[in-house]
């Protein structure tokens, strides 16, 4: 055997291997284009959906500024409310402490005065008792002067004459 035919042997096999070696390498390039397709794929879908957030935050944040800017609106109104009842609260405090003091002035006045108040109350019942002796008197004037009349149908009793 001759060295060349080995060597073209030799050549030949380093040529079936290189080119085993690119078709490896191709159809492995060939699944790493697929896969960054993918990954290129995905990454633009998160793209999107991140924009979407992005979207959706800024309009969560407008509604949270005018939510607080509208808290904050009816806070200073309540505190308009709340002084308005501190207010009443201390109208009533003062009607009460008032009515306190007319209360202790009457009190003291009646105690000053009770005697006259009883004697007034005695004299009071004692002109309500003789105008009401005085109606009665009248109304049974007034009986006696008036002519009998029977009721229908009513016997008469026997009078003693």
């Not at 633009?44 to 904050?72: F, P, R, Y």
């Not at 009665?136 to 016997?155: D, F, L, T």
Request: aromatic share 4%.
């Amino acid at each position: 055997m001759d060295w060349s035919i080995l060597l073209y042997i030799a050549a030949i096999v380093a040529a079936i291997g290189f080119l085993v070696l690119c078709i490896a390498l191709a159809m492995t390039l060939n699944s790493l284009k697929n896969i960054l397709k993918e990954v290129s794929g995905t990454v633009a879908g998160l793209e999107n959906q991140l924009q979407g957030i992005t979207l959706e935050t800024t309009n969560l944040l407008h509604k949270t500024n005018s939510l607080a800017e509208d808290v904050q609106d009816k806070s200073q109104k309540l505190n308009g409310l709340v002084d308005a009842v501190k207010g009443i609260g201390n109208s009533v405090t003062d009607l009460n402490s008032s009515v306190r003091r007319v209360t202790s002035s009457v009190s003291t006045s009646v105690e000053q005065n009770e005697d006259k108040i009883a004697q007034v109350v005695q004299w009071s019942n004692v002109v309500l008792g003789i105008r009401d002796k005085w109606k009665e008197r009248k109304v049974y004037e007034a009986r006696a002067q008036a002519p009998y009349e029977p009721v229908p149908g009513q016997k008469r009793l026997p009078h003693n004459q």
